[in-house]
């Protein structure tokens, strides 16, 4: 199902099984995270973290991850509970979810899942390929590979080895692109050879899956609010924090708004360009979310239902 307002209510969507768990997807800004607080109280819910950053201790502003008054009012699941220095992937959010699926049913509740990780979302309904495991010492020099010759670099040798790989993966995703390399060099084939085309499998789940979708120049002007509300002293002492933690190279430091804020505490920019750059990455998120979630089956996962 399609949402096209982002002011639908929970009264709107009566025709939501109370049987089946419920996902709810779409792009920064576009107000799940109020509607899915709005579901759960009314379907006696219980909502699960399904971003790959609110999974994270010490990253909340940032993330604009659920305030505590927020979880006072259903549970949550899942959001900002992991160590950034353990890190997370979507192995790990699979297994995950399951647990609290299963958790929360048995209770007679309802699981709803909530973020704008389509991957995560993506995996957790037609199930892991037969990709090999990290290898935590080939990523590592794969990194510094990255900090040594830039993500174009990276990208072009991706592209010299598997051409339909590399033209799905924008070249600023450095850890989609650092995966691919992991994923040849483990095992000496084309990551498009052991990743074969996720849109033929079937799904291992059966949910109820709601896209939010708001109109381009609305969801911009959402994006722009929450910057402005991001974007001050608490973000810097959070994003100081996670530096002090995890060191200046570590992914989660260049994840949008924290490096932002970094670059402003070092005098590298102003406040008001520290948020200009904020509002800008966010935009370009929200616009690979929007064109990841247009290319999902949605209508095979409703089949599922």
């Given amino acids: 199902m399609i949402l096209d307002s982002q002011e639908k209510r929970p009264a709107d969507l009566a025709q939501i099984p109370p049987d089946l768990p419920i996902v709810l997807a779409g792009p920064t800004g576009s107000g799940k995270s109020r509607l899915a607080l709005e579901l759960a109280q009314r379907l006696n819910g219980e909502l699960i973290c399904a971003d790959s950053r609110q999974v994270y201790v010490g990253m909340t502003i940032g993330t604009a991850s659920p305030t505590r008054a927020q979880k006072r009012l259903v549970p949550h699941h899942g959001y900002n509970v992991q160590d950034p220095a353990r890190g997370y992937d979507v192995a790990r959010f699979v297994q995950e979810a399951d647990r609290i699926v299963r958790e929360v049913r048995a209770r007679g509740r309802l699981p709803i899942l909530v973020g704008g990780t389509g991957l995560y979302l993506r995996v957790w309904r037609i199930g892991l390929d037969s990709a090999p495991d990290a290898d935590n010492a080939l990523r590592a020099r794969l990194r510094q590979e990255l900090l040594r010759h830039g993500p174009c670099w990276l990208h072009d040798r ?10 799905r993966i924008d070249p600023q995703d450095s850890v989609r692109v650092v995966r691919a390399l992991e994923i040849h060099e483990r095992t000496g084939e084309k990551p498009s050879v052991v990743r074969p085309d996720w849109r033929v499998r079937p799904g291992r789940v059966r949910a109820r899956w709601l896209l939010l979708r708001v109109g381009k120049e609305e969801l911009n002007e959402r994006i722009a609010r929450r910057a402005h509300w991001m974007v001050g002293e608490a973000l810097v002492e959070e994003a100081c924090a996670l530096r ?3 060191g200046d190279s570590h992914p989660l430091t260049r994840t949008m708004g924290y490096e932002e804020a970094l670059a402003w ?4 920019l102003s406040r008001q360009q520290a948020l200009e750059r904020v509002i800008i990455r966010h935009r370009q998120y929200a616009k690979r979310q929007r064109t990841w979630f247009n290319a999902e089956p949605w209508w095979a996962a409703e089949r599922l239902c």
Avoid: C, Q
């Fill in 158 to 167: 991706l592209r010299n080895i598997d051409p339909p790989t590399a033209r």
């Fill in 244 to 246: 002090r933690r995890l």
């Fill in 265 to 268: 505490s070092d005098g590298r």
